[in-house]
């Protein structure tokens, strides 16, 4: 069925209608299109454009087929060109003429405008749920690993020592700061544009504060041109999942070095690793490499819309279907991803005394080494020549700072004394940092009751 041809003579070429059918892919739309349609026939109601009886005749209808489609009895096939048409075909047959008026006062262009803000406002809250679990989880295990010490890295060279509870926390920010930007866009997207009909609103009665109530939104949308012809709120959704993304993939990234050969900080679950089909000995990380693979396909999304979206003249256009599918795709991918990673992480092992060792034999406390000579009154920068030296002494000995004698460290300055031996400790290295969002532990456990105060919403 179609919702137009009175004004055609002659059947759309099959290929044609196929084309710009879109019923493949906006079918999940289904209970957002029937949400919206009860709306708006209540609010047709309360406005005296149709009578009670026919409102909750429609209504019935509506339910009915909601009903039907999700216990399987009712199957949305391609015969229809939308969602829209299937739903109101079938009302037609179910309730007779009545269903006919379910269309009064709307457009497809508004229709839809509203289906995709419910949807998107679902997708939203369910990524929003997904993240909470996900920071839920960080905070565990920077709960239990206030003092598992490890290097912290710049240019993925060791920098300075911090702890695993620290270099979980910097995700924990991340991934707090984009749940920040859905509740953002869910904000700016709530408001309805049902009541725009193709362009220019209606000359029925329509009380679209009424029905924007109804599917619980701020208000109305202010001009019903834009109303049809936005679609913002998915390009901004589009770039927020592509930054979740981005973020789950750097994290990934570093899990996939920690768990090679080489490092062997982490030792991911049998659960979430896979094998090799020749080489008996391999457990690859493949959740998080599909994880980071994955991510190109959300940018993907994100550049395709701004391409469609670039060149629209206002107001609705037919390219603007094209939001569909790939904004559908990567939703789901980032959801499923996040999702993943979840599992992945709060099952993975740490390594505690690799991670120490590493931390210890990477010259991380060569900062607190040259404090040490500053706060005993050598000038910052001849204290910085003086450990460069006993860098290289102790790379050329094969040697940590922590190994050397006194006998050594005086030899290069008179200096230090014994007391440089704590001074140089991971333990002492962590534990003197103690401003705000540093590593040591007093400082961590304050991010961590903020971090519980957050998910708790206080």
């Known amino acids: 069925m179609k919702l137009w041809g009175g004004r055609f003579t002659k059947e759309t070429d099959q290929m044609v209608y196929q084309f710009n059918a879109s019923i493949d892919f906006d079918k999940r739309l289904y209970k957002q299109d029937i949400e919206g349609s009860i709306a708006h026939v209540t609010m047709l ?34 015969t229809y060109e939308d969602i829209h048409s299937f739903v109101e075909s079938h009302l037609i047959e179910r309730i007779g003429d009545t269903g006919k008026k379910l269309h009064t006062g709307r457009s497809r262009n508004d229709q839809v405008a509203l289906d995709m803000k419910l ?33 912290g890295f710049t240019h993925l060279q060791k920098a300075q020592p911090i702890t695993l509870a620290h270099h979980f926390g910097a995700y924990f920010e991340m991934f707090k700061r984009d749940r920040q930007r859905l509740s953002d866009i869910y904000k700016r997207l709530n408001l309805c544009p049902l009541g725009s009909g193709a362009l220019a609103g209606t000359t029925y009665s329509l009380d679209r504060e009424y029905t924007a109530e109804l599917l619980h939104f701020t208000g109305a949308t202010l001009n019903s041109m834009d109303s049809v012809s936005d679609r913002d709120y998915l390009i ?29 900080f982490v030792e991911l679950d049998d659960a979430y690793s896979t094998g090799s089909s020749i080489m008996p000995q391999k457990k690859n990380p493949d959740i998080a490499e599909l994880v980071r693979g994955k991510t190109g396909r959300v940018y993907g999304a994100l550049m395709a819309l701004l391409t469609t979206m670039k060149g629209i003249p206002l107001a609705y256009n037919k ?6 599918e790939q904004t559908f795709d990567a939703i789901d991918t980032t959801k499923n991803c996040i999702l993943l990673f979840t599992g992945m992480v709060s099952t993975m092992k740490f390594n505690n005394t690799i991670m120490e060792a590493s931390a210890q034999n990477g010259f991380t406390n060569a900062t607190d080494a040259a404090d040490y000579l500053v706060n005993h009154g050598v000038p910052f920068r001849d204290a910085h020549g003086i450990i460069g030296q006993l860098v290289l002494y102790c790379i050329e000995k094969n040697s940590s700072l922590d190994q050397l004698s006194l006998e050594e460290y005086q030899a290069v300055s008179p200096v230090f004394q014994s007391d440089i031996y704590e001074a140089i400790s991971l333990k002492t290295c962590v534990e003197k940092r103690l401003t705000k969002g540093a590593p040591s532990p007093e400082a961590m456990k304050e991010i961590i009751a903020l971090g519980y105060n957050y998910l708790n919403g206080n």
């Open 236 to 264: 901004e959704l589009l770039s927020a999942c592509s930054t979740i993304m981005m973020h789950l993939s750097r994290f990934s990234e570093e899990i996939i070095i920690w768990n090679s050969n080489e490092y062997r």
């Open 45 to 78: 109601a309360k406005q005296g454009i149709l009578t009670e009886p026919e409102r909750d005749s429609i209504i019935l209808g509506l339910k009915s087929i909601l009903t039907d489609i999700e216990n399987g009895s009712l199957t949305i096939d391609q």
């Open 119 to 151: 949807y998107t406002r679902d997708e939203i809250t369910e990524l929003d749920l997904l993240l909470k679990d996900l920071l839920s989880q960080l905070l565990s295990i920077m709960e239990a690993n206030l003092t598992t010490y490890m290097p």
């Open 319 to 324: 390219d603007m279907q094209e939001d569909k």
